[in-house]
């Protein structure tokens, strides 16, 4: 049974930061190519980052260049995102998928940047 947990959100103020973490079972991680995608209210759901099996090839929305960090642990099946420098506008539910010959999601963790 294939299962993508997330965990780490929450209220932040803006500037602050926050490690988004998604453990995964149920099939081979450390061959499938992981990302983070969020949801703000109203909008489509977008690509945040991605990273490649072996973690060589990282990927990023331009909106997070240079503020987010995507990074895996084979080891432990998990995939990371550290959040700095967060913005209001970073507000969303933030999904982890798994990606190879089919797509597994988890069930998203909310993120809300506000003072």
């Known amino acids: 049974q294939v299962q993508l947990v997330e965990s780490g959100g929450g209220l932040v103020q803006p500037g602050g930061s926050l490690r988004l973490s998604c453990t995964a079972s149920?099939?081979?991680?450390?061959?499938?190519?992981m990302s983070w995608y969020r949801q703000a209210p109203g909008k489509e759901r977008e690509l945040v980052a991605s990273?490649?099996?072996?973690?060589?090839?990282?990927n990023y929305a331009d909106s997070v260049k240079d503020r987010f960090t995507i990074s895996r642990d084979n080891a432990r099946n998990t995939v990371y995102l550290q959040m700095n420098s967060l913005k209001p506008e970073d507000t969303a539910v933030y999904y982890c998928k798994a990606g190879r010959t089919s797509d597994y999601w988890g069930q998203g963790t909310q993120v809300t940047v506000s003072s």
């Open positions: 990273i490649g099996p072996l973690a060589g090839n990282t």
């Open positions: 149920g099939f081979p991680f450390w061959n499938h190519i």
